[in-house]
């Protein structure tokens, strides 16, 4: 069964910074298309960042442009874990963040964690 278990979600302070994780269970991150969106309430989910695998031992990111430059996706092959680390927060920040597992295509999904952004 597969899971995934995001985490670090907060109220925080425009310009600060967060942590999010997404401890992962019944398949592995380094073979799958890892990534984060984000949901407001009456609105799409958006695309936030990817990291995907390639045929080497290097992995390619891609970024929504609302968050390229401040926001970088990570992955702990041996915690099977993804990070996203967002640094320079703003209000519209605020949304539930969600991740992601596809090939590449969204497989699979967390529950969400809620993210918020004061002014």
């Known amino acids: 069964q597969v899971q995934l278990v995001e985490s670090g979600g907060d109220t925080v302070q425009a310009g600060g910074s967060l942590r999010l994780a997404c401890a992962v269970s019944?398949?592995?991150?380094?073979?799958?298309?890892m990534g984060w969106y984000r949901q407001v309430p009456g609105e799409e989910r958006e695309f936030v960042a990817h990291?995907?695998?390639?045929?080497?031992?290097?992995?390619?990111?891609e970024y929504g442009d609302s968050v390229k430059g401040r926001f970088t996706i990570s992955k702990d092959n041996a915690k099977n874990t993804v990070y996203l680390q967002m640094n320079n927060l703003k209000p519209e920040d605020t949304a539930v963040y969600y991740c992601?597992?596809?090939?590449?295509?969204?497989?699979?999904w967390g529950q969400g964690t809620q993210v918020t952004v004061s002014s």
């Open positions: 992601m597992a596809g090939r590449p295509t969204p497989d699979y």
């Open positions: 990291i995907r695998p390639t045929w080497s031992t290097a992995v390619v990111t």
């Open positions: 019944g398949l592995t991150v380094s073979t799958f298309t």
